[in-house]
């Protein structure tokens, strides 16, 4: 099975992978799975009240799910990623509502799209953090 075939079937069975990406190791897990966001918070000491961000291997991928940006952001996006960023970015519909955190801001979603070779096949979101501890 291939890096990002486990990678895949990792996050769609529940679980928190750690993997690393083009800046650090992260943590991730399914963006809409409540059990594994809570596990990935726990796992890193984060306050549940903070958010995180989507990250996807494939820019065009991350595009496909984030259909309403407005045309320059959409402009932006496809010049800066991916890459060593993460990009904030508006969030009309409401996407991905647990990387807000519990009554956090849903308009706003952060999104990376990391230059990670071994996982380039892996097409799916997952919510995202920095695998060290929480401060």
């Known amino acids: 099975m291939s890096d990002a075939a486990a990678f895949q079937a990792c996050i769609e069975s529940g679980?928190?992978?750690v993997f690393p990406a083009d800046t650090v190791y992260g943590l991730a897990c399914d963006p809409?799975?409540?059990q594994a966001v809570e596990?990935?918070?726990a796992l890193k000491g984060r306050p549940a009240d903070k958010?995180?961000?989507v990250m996807w291997f494939d820019r065009d991928a991350a595009l496909a799910q984030l259909p309403n940006l407005p045309h320059r952001t959409r402009a932006a996006v496809e010049e800066l990623l991916p890459g060593k960023v993460t990009l904030?970015?508006?969030n009309?519909?409401?996407?991905?509502?647990l990387a807000a955190g519990p009554?956090?801001?849903v308009r706003t979603l952060g999104v990376r799209v990391p230059d990670v070779p071994a996982l380039a096949g892996t097409r799916i979101a997952v919510l995202q953090s920095s695998a060290n501890l929480s401060g």
Request: aromatic share 8%; glycine share 16%.
């Open 88 to 90: 904030l970015l508006p």
């Open 39 to 41: 596990r990935l918070y």
């Open 51 to 53: 958010p995180a961000a």
């Open 92 to 97: 009309r519909l409401g996407c991905f509502p």
């Open 103 to 105: 009554g956090g801001d």
């Open 32 to 34: 809409e799975d409540p």
């Open 15 to 17: 679980g928190v992978v």
